[in-house]
Structures are given as structure tokens and as C-alpha cells.
Nanobody, 119 residues
Framework: QVQLVESGGGLVQPGGSLRLSCVAS????????WGWYRQAPGKQRELVAG???????VYADYVKGRFTISRDNAENRIYLQMNSLKPDDTAVYYC?????????????WGQGTQVTVSS
């Protein structure tokens, strides 16, 4: 069974930084697409940053220049470095992976980690 587990969320003051981590474990043959999504109360889940099938990084306009996504293929792990955080960044952040898991191409979600930006 494949699992995605996020960590690194918490409470931070405006202007502060956090680093989120997501690790995939289980029967993993290959992960083609990674993504960080977020969902604020009363809003739809939205893409924050991710890696395309070709390996390029993509970002939502509202995080460009503040957030950086990175990956460690050997450990099936991705990170999201979040700087200059704003109260509007408050949300549950989810990791998403699209890959070959247990011999089947499928899409997986983590359980989410809460990020709260408040003074």
C-alpha cells in the first residue's frame, strides 16, 4: 500500500517561513508528477506548486517568488519552502503524486498538514 505523508506545517507569523515535506512510501515504481495543493476554509482545493511529467516546476501566480518546490527522487520526497508567508496562505496543504504504484498508474493524496499564518 502506498502512502503520502506530509509534515512541517504549523503556526507562523506573517513574513515568516516554513518548509513542508512529503514522503511517499510503499510499493512505488515511479512517480511522474508531484504537486502541492492547498485548501482554505470555504474554498476549493487549488494547485500551489508542482513538477510536470517532464520535470519542470510550475507555480501558482500568487506564490511565485515566495515558494520553492524541490524533490529528492532517491527518497521519493518533495519539499515546499515557503517564505514571506501571508495570512492568505493559511490553509491545509496537501501532497499529490501521480505514478506507478504497485504496478498500476494511479493518483495519490496525502492527509494534509495545516499551515496557519497569523500574528
Amino acid at each position: 500500500q502506498v502512502q503520502l505523508v506530509e509534515s512541517g506545517g504549523g503556526l507562523v507569523q506573517p513574513g515568516g517561513s516554513l518548509r513542508l515535506s512529503c514522503v511517499a512510501s510503499g510499493s512505488i515504481y515511479e512517480i511522474k508528477i508531484w504537486g502541492w495543493y492547498r485548501q482554505a476554509p470555504g474554498k476549493q482545493r487549488e494547485l500551489v506548486a508542482g513538477f510536470t511529467r517532464g520535470g519542470d516546476s510550475v507555480y501558482a501566480d500568487y506564490v511565485k517568488g515566495r515558494f520553492t518546490i524541490s524533490r529528492d527522487n532517491a527518497e521519493n520526497r518533495i519539499y515546499l519552502q515557503m517564505n514571506s508567508l501571508k495570512p492568505d496562505d493559511t490553509a491545509v496543504y496537501y501532497c499529490n503524486a501521480d505514478g506507478l504504484f504497485g504496478g498500476t498508474w494511479s493518483n495519490m493524496w496525502g492527509q494534509g498538514t495545516q499551515v496557519t499564518v497569523s500574528s
